[in-house]
Each structure stands twice: as C-alpha cells, then as structure tokens.
C-alpha cells in the first residue's frame, strides 16, 4: 500500500521567495511520484513525475523536485516565487510499472503568494 | 485539441435522490478514471474504465457506479444521495491509463441538500 504526508497545510512566501512544498513518501514497492497544481475552480495539472529515470526531476513552470529514497521524501521547490504561483498543490504516489490512473494524493498544500 | 469535458458543472440535489455526471475524454483517450475530493478527505479514487470495462475501484459502497461507452465518453452515477456525497467529481482521461499522462477536467461540484 502507498500513501503521501504532505506537510504544512498551508504555505505563504513572499513574491521571488523560495518556494518549498514537502511531500514524503510510504510505498511497499518502488513508487513513481507526482505533483500536480490545481487552481481555483479547475482541475489538476500535472507539474512534474518522478518515475526512476533521474532523481531531480524537472517540470513546467520552473518547478522541480528530488527524490530520495532515504529520507522516502520528494520535496517541490521553485527558487524565485511568482503572484501566478499561488494555488493549491497535491502530491501523489502509485506504484512503479502499475497505473498512473489509480494515484493516491494527499491533502494538499495551499500556497499562497505575497506581494 | 479540446480538453477533458465535465458536465454539468454544478448540480444542486435533495437527499435520497440519484444524479448523473458525464466525462468526455480527449479525443483519442481510452482510458476514464473519477475522483471524489472533498475538503476532510481529499481526493480520493473511484473508479477507472478502459475499453468499457471497469479496471479498477476505489473503495467506495455500491451506490457509486459507473460505465463506459463505445467512444470512450464516461458516466457516473450515485443513488440514494446522502449529505457527505457533497464533493467535486473530477474526472481524468488518458491514452491506456499507465504510461501516459493524465488529464483532469474541471470537475462537477455537486451539492446535496
């Protein structure tokens, strides 16, 4: 069984801040790993997936995160924060070689952005 | 290409009554998946379709089904509405469900009252 802690609720930076979105990991299997956006009134977007290519793993919009296997973490960052980044982000697991229609997300990340 | 197709987009129901929700998928698409996201659970799978047949589901009670056509156009539907029914149904499309990425449409926001 998988399953993805995302911790923080809610994350407010500053306009050009680092942004930094954690996301840990429970997986019996080797997992591919995903974060999607989802803006208001929409539905989600993938930004990025991890399937054991290459451990940093970048996506659109100037998102990346890095897989580590010891710390069973895959933590979203972007090094310089934009109005247009706020939204509420969602990660989400399903095991490697298996769907990636059946994912398991977790409660997800609000960010907010200040100007 | 036109994205994934969700309607309606709202639907306003009374406790005990039954709805249907509707997906298109992106042209091209074979493979249907639907999500329950409520704010105290989450997003949560429901159920996929693939060629008309069901591959997988969630762990949802039986008044949660739903069905694939021949052009890959999906339905949901929910009997016997209850008040935690509440929730956006999102649904997401892709070319075979394993490989290929997903695509989520803006979902259904369905209140019961």
């Known amino acids: 069984a998988q399953s993805v802690t995302q911790l923080g609720s809610h994350v407010s930076v500053s306009e050009g801040a680092l942004v930094l979105l954690r996301c840990n990991y429970s997986s019996s299997v080797p997992p591919y790993l995903f974060w999607y956006v989802q803006y208001p009134n929409q539905g989600l977007q993938l930004l990025l997936k991890?399937?054991?290519?290459?451990?940093l793993v970048k996506g659109i919009n100037g998102f990346e995160a890095e897989f580590k296997k010891s710390e069973t973490s895959f933590h979203l960052t972007k090094p310089s924060a934009h109005m247009s980044d706020a939204a509420e982000y969602f990660c989400?697991?399903?095991?490697?070689?298996?769907?990636?229609?059946?994912?398991?997300f977790g409660k997800g990340t609000l960010l907010t952005v200040n100007p | 290409k036109a994205g994934v197709t969700q309607t309606p987009r709202y639907l306003i129901k009374t406790r005990g009554q039954q709805v249907t929700l509707s997906c298109s998928p992106i042209s091209g698409h074979r493979s249907v998946s639907w999500y329950q996201q409520t704010p105290g659970q989450g997003l949560q799978f429901l159920f996929e379709?693939?060629?008309?047949?069901?591959?997988n589901k969630g762990n949802f009670p039986g008044r949660f089904s739903g069905r694939q056509f021949s052009n890959s156009r999906s339905e949901m539907n929910v009997s016997t509405l209850e008040l935690g029914d509440s929730a956006l149904y999102l649904c997401?499309?892709?070319?075979?469900?394993?490989?290929?990425?997903?695509?989520f449409g803006s979902g259904t926001q369905l209140s019961v009252l």
């Open positions: 379709y693939f060629s008309e047949t069901q591959r």
């Open positions: 989400a697991v399903s095991p490697s070689g298996g769907s990636n229609y059946k994912l398991t």
């Open positions: 997401a499309s892709s070319i075979d469900g394993y490989n290929e990425k997903l695509f």
């Open positions: 991890y399937t054991s290519a290459a451990t």
